[in-house]
């Protein structure tokens, strides 16, 4: 599998940007994919889940209510709305499948997307 993430960018606080993950070389059906960010010097941690069958989705605390994970199962593609942006969302985001399960341990996910960079201005 082979994914690949792109709508990141600079946006001023407060504003919305969308994230998308399309995946090629196999469906996605039986995966659970997910968001994970990582700043400079810190580890890459959880944003948001969602399972690729029942589309059940669960979010990170620091993002509930604001992110939005959802999927396109036609065109294997997997999304981050990101809704009032602040300055401490700035990261790299990656979208990650995971072959069995959900979660939120980055460890369990199988394959990675390359990222791409959301810069937020206060």
């Known amino acids: 599998v082979q994914l690949q993430a792109s709508g990141g960018g600079l946006v001023q606080a407060g504003g919305s940007l969308r994230l998308s993950c399309v995946a090629s070389?196999?469906?996605?059906?039986?995966?659970?994919m997910g968001w994970f960010r990582q700043e400079p010097g810190k580890e890459r941690e959880f944003v948001a889940t969602?399972?690729?069958?029942?589309?059940?989705?669960y979010y990170a605390d620091s993002v509930k209510g604001r992110f939005t994970i959802s999927r396109d199962n036609a065109k294997n593609t997997v999304y981050l709305q990101m809704n009032s942006l602040k300055a401490e969302d700035t990261a790299v985001y990656y979208c990650?499948?995971?072959?069995?399960?959900?979660?939120?341990?980055?460890?369990?996910?199988?394959?990675w997307g390359q990222g791409t960079q959301v810069t937020v201005s206060s």
């Open positions: 990650a499948a995971r072959t069995y399960g959900t979660g939120t341990d980055r460890n369990e996910y199988d394959y």
């Open positions: 070389g196999r469906t996605l059906r039986r995966y659970a």
């Open positions: 969602i399972t690729w069958s029942e589309g059940s989705t």
